[in-house]
Structure formats: C-alpha cells, structure tokens
C-alpha cells in the first residue's frame, strides 16, 4: 500500500505563484507514475499534468507553460510548481501515484487527501 501526503496549499493573489508537494510513502515495488488533479465545487476531477518515472510528463492545455511538474525518485516525492495563478485555479489538488507491489504486478492507484488552492485578490 501506498500512502500520498500533500503540502504546499494555501491563498494567493492572482499572478502569484506556489508549489505543491506530494510524498509517498508505504510498501511498493515502484512508483510507475505521480501525477496532480484537481478539483473546483461543482466540477469533475481533472487531470493538472502527470509525470513518469523517466521524467516524461503531459500536461492539461489549460496548465501548459504555467505549471510544471517535476519528480524525485530517491524521495518518492513529486512537485507541482504553479505560476501566474488565475482564479480558475482555485480547487483541491490531488496527488496520484501508479504503483506496482511486485515485478510484473498489476499497476495500482493511490491517492492523497488534496490540499486546497485558491486564487484570490
């Protein structure tokens, strides 16, 4: 089992900026992918951006040249760097991390407890 625990969170002018991070932690083989989603009342979970563990990432357009993603494997722990925030930002962000127990073990999904951002003046 895996366990996700973010940090980072927090009110921020619009133009601002902030990190998020995300630190697993557990019993596991390896950590395939980590990835960030968020989530606005009244809306669906959506993919931010994910990352794997090669450093090959993919991005929603509606993050892309704003917000990047970055991965420390020896610390199992991923990175959310979000610059030129716009209110439409403002959600809960959850972490994800694509996880094996085993080699050749089916690949299994964790996920934090989300860490709220809003973008506010």
């Known amino acids: 089992q895996v366990q996700l625990v973010e940090s980072g969170g927090g009110l921020v002018q619009p133009g601002g900026s902030l990190r998020l991070s995300c630190a697993a932690s557990?019993?596991?083989?390896?950590?395939?992918?980590m990835g960030w989603y968020r989530q606005a009342p009244g809306n669906q979970r959506e993919l931010v951006g994910t990352?794997?563990?090669?450093?090959?990432?993919n991005y929603a357009d509606s993050v892309k040249d704003r917000f990047t993603i970055s991965r420390d494997n020896a610390k199992n722990t991923v990175y959310l760097q979000m610059n030129n925030l716009k209110p439409e930002d403002t959600a809960a962000y959850y972490c994800?991390?694509?996880?094996?127990?085993?080699?050749?073990?089916?690949?299994?999904?964790?996920w934090g407890q989300g860490t709220q951002v809003t973008v506010s003046s």
């Open positions: 990352i794997t563990r090669g450093g090959n990432t």
């Open positions: 557990g019993t596991f083989f390896s950590i395939i992918t």
């Open positions: 994800n991390a694509g996880y094996t127990v085993a080699l050749y073990s089916r690949v299994d999904d964790a």
